[in-house]
């Protein structure tokens, strides 16, 4: 069973180009998690979500993100406009909709770099 | 989710059981005590959790007090490949929910 897979592992993009992250859950895992891990800090929720619906987006900026869970095909998150501030690790996280304990399975992260 | 506090920063030598402290007194009945680490770069890893009882998997133990205000993770045989940042996080066990993590503890193995 493959873990949470990533991609892209390394994103470059300039000012004010789109970000797209995408994370493909580990497979029976319809819980979506990302969280945002800036330079020497720690990890910050960003989005929950279950297939096609947002639970929880209270750690999401207000502007200029978003994200997606489809029904097929993984989930999205999305950056317009990048800023420098942008630059970080993004990491997505899946649990399954039957566990008990919640643990959540981490994917290797993306990390973006904006120019 | 209960507030935990961790010591920023633990050494220990290759060989030796590493003992990551936690302490976490606003902990509430139904909230569970959980590990994770992040090992240089990586995604966080899940170690173990436990709601009052002992508890000890393939790659650690866990001590919770009997009044569970905190609680003790054991590497038992550290590695150089334990060197990571350690987080103790507070939440309860049921219900898809985010996680907060802290600052956590980094713990460096030495040879």
């Known amino acids: 069973n493959a873990g949470v897979m990533q991609n892209p592992r390394h994103l470059v993009r300039r000012r004010g180009q789109e970000a797209r992250l995408r994370c493909s859950p580990m497979k029976g895992h319809s819980h979506v998690y990302w969280y945002r891990q800036l330079p020497e800090e720690g990890l910050k929720f960003m989005v929950y979500?279950?297939?096609?619906?947002?639970?929880?987006e209270s750690g999401m900026p207000k502007e200029r993100f978003s994200a997606e869970f489809p029904k097929e095909g993984p989930s999205i998150l999305r950056i317009q406009q990048v800023v420098r501030g942008d630059s970080a690790a993004y990491f997505c996280a899946s649990s399954p909709l039957e566990s008990s304990y919640n643990e959540q399975f981490f994917g290797p992260g993306t990390r973006l770099t904006v120019l | 989710d209960a507030k935990t506090t961790q010591p920023t920063s633990m050494d220990c030598a290759e060989g030796r059981a590493a003992n990551l402290p936690c302490n976490h007194s606003?902990?509430?009945?139904?909230?569970?005590v959980y590990w994770y680490r992040q090992i240089h770069s990586q995604g966080p890893q899940y170690i173990i959790h436990?709601?009052?009882n002992n508890e000890t998997n393939e790659m650690a133990s866990l001590i919770i007090t009997e009044d569970r205000k905190s609680s003790t993770l054991i590497l038992p045989h550290a590695t150089l490949r334990d060197t990571a940042v350690y987080y103790c996080i507070v939440r309860v066990a049921w219900g898809a929910q985010k996680l907060v993590f802290g600052q956590g503890t980094r713990l460096t193995i030495n040879p």
């Open positions: 979500l279950q297939k096609e619906n947002i639970i929880d």
């Open positions: 436990g709601l009052k």
């Open positions: 606003t902990i509430s009945g139904n909230e569970y």
